[in-house]
């Protein structure tokens, strides 16, 4: 994180709370983890050049959340990109994102209803 310190974003399973901790000791100990957010499968956390971290996950629905605190404990609320009815259960939320600019990301998430070349 901007201030030297490391944070991390846990799975705790489906359906479950995710959790975040921090480490000012370059990850020799952490802080005790505090709720994230309701969900959280597959958290990925992406830093840009602007400052800004973000944050995408999900399960039931595909989240993002943005901080530009430099401890990275305080966070912007969740922005869905995908409300659940239309998301679960054709995702499993495994996202991955890429710097596109010094204040741009690219997500990336799957779908499993894009029809393969036999229609399936």
């Known amino acids: 994180m901007p201030d030297g310190s490391m944070i991390t974003v846990m799975r705790t399973g489906s359906f479950t709370p995710s959790y975040i901790a921090r480490s ?8 005790k983890p505090v709720k994230f957010d309701d969900c959280g499968v597959f958290p990925q956390l992406l830093r840009l050049k602007c400052g ?6 999900g399960r039931p629905v595909l989240k993002v959340r943005a901080t ?15 409300p659940a009815q ?3 259960p ?3 939320f495994y996202t991955e994102m890429l710097p ?3 204040d741009t990301a690219m997500l990336a998430y799957s779908d499993f209803s894009v029809p393969d070349k036999d229609g399936i």
Do not use: A, N, Q
């Open 52 to 57: 800004v971290t973000l944050c995408s996950y």
């Open 24 to 31: 000012t000791d370059g990850g020799k100990t952490w802080s």
């Open 86 to 88: 239309e998301c679960w």
């Open 68 to 82: 530009k605190d430099p401890s990275g404990m305080v966070w912007e609320k969740p922005c869905e990109l995908m």
């Open 100 to 102: 596109l600019s010094d």
């Open 90 to 92: 054709r995702s499993c």
